[in-house]
């Protein structure tokens, strides 16, 4: 076919139109979804493909999604070949060492065809509350993939436009959670045949010649912006290294290893030297480690240009089969992310030399996540729910980190609101507001973390907790300081009173406290250069105790 010219104008309609249908796709699986996890939450992520699998278009998501969801269909292909496409098919996997993520994250993707030929894909990836593992919505304690819920290949949930009433039985079966689970499943269908919708309006309007030209032209131009911004960071070897507190299962520390290499206007991520495969959930599947290596570089190299399939053209990421980033069966990866967010705050501290404008120093790092299940009073049925936590964020060069804001691998994920919760479930969230004191001093000051406290509101209850970060709290940049770890504590102030930050199976019953609290943001700059009517103001906000104010900045700050 003959090249296709098109204007700049033309270009830019095009591009607008793509990131609507990607917008109009998450729209309508958080509209559709059964289960609050994703409609309130929106743990969800969704993506326009072109033909040869690169993204055309990427809604607000999470942001550890980055670019993977072309890695499934791309996959599938693989396997099965280009002809395994058909119109109306719709397909499902989760397989955790194809995927990268846990067994919880469904995706799914269909073919789109517009006269007679496949002309992209659309995406999805959404949480599913419980997939079948041996506890209620996943394990903080598992040592196999077998202990964490139903592992599916890619395989057709829908054919030819007719869902596939065997896989979907097989699925619902694999809940504990049937009905919204299945709930959730045809909201991603739906989102699919949106996807597929809107890009065939896109093509009814402006023609495929011109489409494919504005495409071409988008992502030349996103790859001119990425290369140009790499050139001018100092050729040269950037190095970082950190560690989780332990596995969850070991106790040992699991370390994460980054080295950045810049030749010219390409970079290399190279996670080679990271610790081998962990006895404990937080491995994670090779396509996931790509994923937060392509977050980590978004947040320094032109992070305002929403990612294409020109965005990574420049980067390179080496990962080492058998590691922790690139586990393999039957390694488990319920708590995949967790190494994920160490790694993308180190790449940062990595280039910080270079690029101390673009940088920020260290977020609180993971996704705190706590889970409860029981019966329900009110009606008798069982519940679950899982939350993860906001925390602090790190300063960067000429402002504060943010305070109580989910981490950075989660995105636009929310924390979930108090009326909800306790509308759904049999609890009280009896204390919610931001943890003094805990993020880094410095001339910026890092976020604070949060405290959220929670009463058991049934007969007995169910409590896993993953929180981490502790032995590697986040660091400051420039003479800035650490944040404050976190902290969970059970019963506050009574005879039993307990702390830990990991646990599965603890049993609580009515009246007994659950108080959690998160770690801060990292500070940038020297403390004594932080100007003291932001420390007065700090004071006043509740940011800042008087005594931290009298002891770290050195200055008489009344409450």
Request: hydrophobic fraction near 40%; proline fraction near 6%; charge should be negative.
């Amino acid at each position: 076919m003959a090249r296709t010219a098109v204007d700049p104008i033309t270009t830019e309609i095009v591009r607008s139109a793509f990131k609507a249908a990607a917008d109009e796709m998450n729209a309508t699986l958080i509209r559709s979804a059964y289960t609050p996890i994703i409609y309130e939450m929106k743990d969800c992520s969704v993506a326009l493909l072109d033909s040869e699998h690169r993204v055309l278009g990427q809604s607000a998501g999470l942001p550890i999604f980055l670019g993977n969801l072309e890695i499934c269909t791309r996959l599938t292909e693989d396997a099965y070949g280009r002809a395994a496409w058909r119109p109306g098919d719709v397909w499902i996997m989760n397989d955790s060492y194809l995927t990268g993520t846990h067994l919880n994250d469904m995706t799914m993707f269909g073919p789109i065809f517009h006269d007679d030929e496949c002309v992209g894909f659309a995406a999805c990836r959404a949480h599913w509350l419980d997939v079948g593992a041996k506890d209620p919505g996943g394990s903080m304690d598992s040592t196999e993939i077998y202990q964490e819920g139903i592992r599916v290949p890619p395989v057709k949930v829908v054919e030819g436009g007719t869902e596939r009433r065997d896989v979907v039985d097989l699925l619902g079966r694999n809940s504990r959670f049937s009905y919204p689970a299945m709930g959730d499943l045809r909201a991603q269908i739906a989102c699919i045949n949106t996807g597929a919708a809107r890009l065939a309006a896109i093509l009814d309007r402006h023609g495929l010649g011109t489409v494919l030209a504005a495409r071409e032209a988008i992502f030349a131009q996103t790859e001119r912006y990425e290369r140009a911004a790499i050139a001018g960071i100092p050729d040269g070897t950037y190095a970082a290294e950190g560690c989780l507190d332990d596995d969850g299962i070991t106790g040992e520390p699991c370390w994460v290893r980054v080295r950045v290499e810049v030749s010219g206007d390409e970079m290399t991520v190279d996670l080679t030297g990271s610790d081998d495969m962990q006895a404990g959930p937080v491995n994670c599947g090779e396509a996931q480690a790509i994923s937060a290596a392509r977050v980590a570089y978004k947040l320094l190299i032109n992070p305002d240009n929403p990612p294409d399939g020109g965005a990574f053209r420049a980067l390179s990421v080496k990962v080492r089969a058998g590691s922790l980033l690139a586990a393999e069966d039957p390694a488990p990866c319920q708590w995949y992310f967790t190494p994920l967010g160490l790694l993308i705050d180190l790449v940062v501290r990595a280039l910080a030399e270079v690029l101390p404008e673009q940088a920020a120093a260290a977020s609180y790092g993971d996704s705190m996540v706590i889970s409860m299940s029981g019966l329900d009073p009110r009606t008798g049925r069982p519940w679950l729910d899982l939350e993860p936590t906001v925390g602090g964020w790190g300063a960067w060069q000429g402002s504060d980190g943010q305070d109580g804001l989910i981490n950075n691998v989660n995105g636009s994920l929310k924390d979930l609101p108090i009326e909800v919760f306790e509308t759904k479930f049999p609890m009280r969230l009896t204390e919610y507001g931001f943890r003094t004191d805990t993020g880094g001093a410095g001339r910026w000051r890092g976020g604070n973390g949060i405290v959220r406290q929670y009463e058991v509101g049934c007969d007995e209850l169910t409590l896993y907790l993953w929180f981490e970060r502790s032995r590697t709290p986040a660091w400051g940049l420039f003479g800035g300081e650490d944040a404050t770890p976190p902290v969970v504590v059970l019963n506050p102030g009574r005879p039993d009173e307990r702390r830990m930050l990991k646990c599965s199976r603890v049993k609580l019953r009515r009246g007994d406290v659950i108080r959690t609290m998160t770690g801060g943001g990292g500070g940038f700059g020297p403390v004594g250069d932080r100007d003291p009517e932001l420390v007065r103001a700090d004071v006043r906000d509740g940011h800042v105790s008087p005594e931290a104010a009298r002891a770290v900045y050195g200055l008489e700050v009344e409450g």
